[in-house]
T-cell receptor, first 114, second 118 residues
Framework: DSGVTQTPKHLITATGQRVTLRCSPR?????VYWYQQSLDQGLQFLIQ???????AKGNILERFSAQQFPDLHSELNLSSLELGDSALYFC?????????????FGSGTQLSVL | AQKVTQAQTEISVVEKEDVTLDCVYE???????LFWYKQPPSGELVFLIR??????QNEISGRYSWNFQKSTSSFNFTITASQVVDSAVYFC???????????????FGQGTTLQVKP
């Protein structure tokens, strides 16, 4: 058990809808990362927050947004969903924000857009 | 641009065989970190090893060993005497330094699916 908790584990929704994925980092970790895993794109970095502030941004669509709250949990909001958004979304956490950080991953949220 | 290439998409071996998973990376950074993660069928990514760019010593952990060669930009992973429980997708990753702003962001390779048959 990595100590990173993601909810829900599975999410089925329709095109055009909006969903929220939640992540609780390991106790004491200040950084939260979101990754998208799909068959064609592999593991793609979306965004990182460190102690409540956005630290790095990857190939995150404008329809997607995230935030990290004062208690350090994070939410990833996906709106105007399309079929192509179906993927496994991982949250990871690390203690800090250096290039040597060891990331601990949650078990992911499997999103299916029908 | 930073990039990680795992040329082997799928490997199938019989239990007790040794297997090497290849990883080649590209970076302009002089200081960087390389990682291997395992994704078993349950789906969660599990950290295996972290290696910094200044430490080219090979590392062994039980049946696992890693060979880091800066000259060829490779960080290969060998499983000795493979077992069925080693069946998983294995990812090599490179940390990325973004200008003056350090992040823990990882660039992942496409992964190698290892199937170990009994």
């Amino acid at each position: 058990d990595s100590g990173v908790t993601q909810t829900p584990k599975h999410l089925i929704t329709a095109t055009g809808q909006r969903v929220t994925l939640r992540c609780s980092p390991r106790s004491g970790d200040l950084s939260v990362y979101w990754y998208q895993q799909s068959l064609d794109q592999g593991l793609q970095f979306l965004i990182q927050y460190y102690n409540g502030e956005e630290r790095a941004k990857g190939n995150i669509l404008e329809r997607f947004s995230a935030q990290q709250f004062p208690d350090l949990h994070s939410e990833l909001n996906l709106s105007s969903l399309e079929l192509g958004d179906s993927a496994l979304y991982f949250c990871a956490s690390s203690a800090g924000t250096g290039t040597n950080e060891k990331l601990f991953f949650g078990s992911g949220t499997q999103l299916s857009v029908l | 641009a930073q990039k990680v290439t795992q040329a082997q998409t799928e490997i199938s071996v019989v239990e007790k065989e040794d297997v090497t998973l290849d990883c080649v990376y590209e970076t302009r950074d002089t200081t960087y970190y390389l990682f291997w993660y395992k994704q078993p069928p349950s789906g969660e990514l599990v950290f295996l090893i972290r290696r910094n760019s200044f430490d080219e010593q090979n590392e062994i952990s039980g049946r696992y060993s890693w060979n880091f060669q800066k000259s060829t930009s490779s960080f290969n992973f060998t499983i000795t005497a493979s077992q069925v429980v080693d069946s998983a997708v294995y990812f090599c990753a490179l940390s990325e330094a973004t200008g003056s702003s350090n992040t823990g962001k990882l660039i992942f390779g496409q992964g190698t699916t290892l199937q170990v048959k009994p």
